[in-house]
């Protein structure tokens, strides 16, 4: 019972090589629709912002605006939400950044030479070599920008993955019994203790992004963490009536788990 996050190129192989692991072990795949799905359960135009804001780079506006951070903390609490199930594959949208700290989480890159992206980007697609590179350079340049976006991280910084894969050099089959290898004594990390700690992530995640969806409260400043069995609360607020909306939806969302509060008035 292990996880295995795959960060991916475009036109690395990625995500065969996601499906093929998956198989492999008897693991279920989290692909883009099965995001869009639980994100739907906050609500329909949460499927559609978090349609059209996946894996793209984010205008200025964008940034700044609720939807996106709102988008940002759904996201991450969906990811946890299927981390916590185990037995996952979880493809792209910084899933390593989510369970960087996570024991029984495996994070792994999937790189290809651009010469090897293009051949398969001109075959698959049916285009030049010119409007193949032109593809490859626009949706490799969104794929880092979205994860600048929501994480503040460099995509391309081996730092955040425990192993990287060229598949320009090495065959997928020989990529996928590594992973099914390394997977397998990975699952001994999977430690009640282990557990533990990525159930309070999962809450602090689900507590942050109910509130960061919700129209009705706008907090510029805001965070949900977990100390011990316990979720603080931090953030900066305007008046007494935000406070009490604040901390109503928060007790509502955390449920039995026992929240403290470090929240300031904006002077």
């Not at 980007?121 to 794929?143: F, G, P, Q, T, V």
């Not at 990525?198 to 809450?203: G, R, Y």
Request: net charge neutral.
């Amino acid at each position: 019972m292990a996880i295995l996050t795959l960060s991916r190129e475009f036109a690395s192989c990625g995500d065969s090589i996601g499906k093929m692991a998956a198989e492999s072990l008897g693991y279920h795949l989290v692909q883009k629709e099965n995001l869009l799905i639980e994100a739907g359960k906050f609500g329909d135009n949460w499927r559609t912002w978090s349609r059209e804001l996946d894996e793209r780079c984010p205008t200025l506006w964008e940034r700044y605006d609720w939807s996106f951070r709102g988008f940002g903390a759904l996201l991450r609490s969906v990811i946890l939400q299927f981390a916590l199930q185990n037995n996952k594959v979880i493809i792209g949208r910084g899933g390593n950044f989510v369970l960087q700290d996570v024991p029984h989480a495996l994070t792994v890159r999937i790189v290809s030479s651009v010469e090897a992206r293009i051949e398969r980007i001109m075959e698959r697609e049916l285009l030049s070599r010119n409007a193949a590179k032109r593809l490859d350079e626009k949706k490799n340049h969104e794929r880092e920008c979205f994860i600048k976006a929501l994480y503040g991280k460099d995509w391309n910084d081996p730092a955040w993955y425990e192993l990287c894969f060229d598949t320009s050099k090495q065959s997928a089959d020989h990529i996928v019994q590594c992973l099914s290898s390394i997977l397998k004594d990975r699952e001994k990390s999977n430690t009640e203790e282990a557990r533990s700690s990525l159930a309070m992530l999962a809450k602090a995640a689900h507590v942050k992004a109910g509130i960061l969806t919700n129209p009705s409260i706008f907090i510029p400043i805001f965070d949900v963490v977990p100390e011990g069995k316990r979720l603080v609360v931090k953030g900066v607020i305007h008046n007494d009536k935000e406070l009490e909306y604040l901390t109503k939806a928060a007790s509502e969302l955390a449920g039995q788990t026992p929240l403290d509060y470090q929240l300031h008035y904006r002077v």
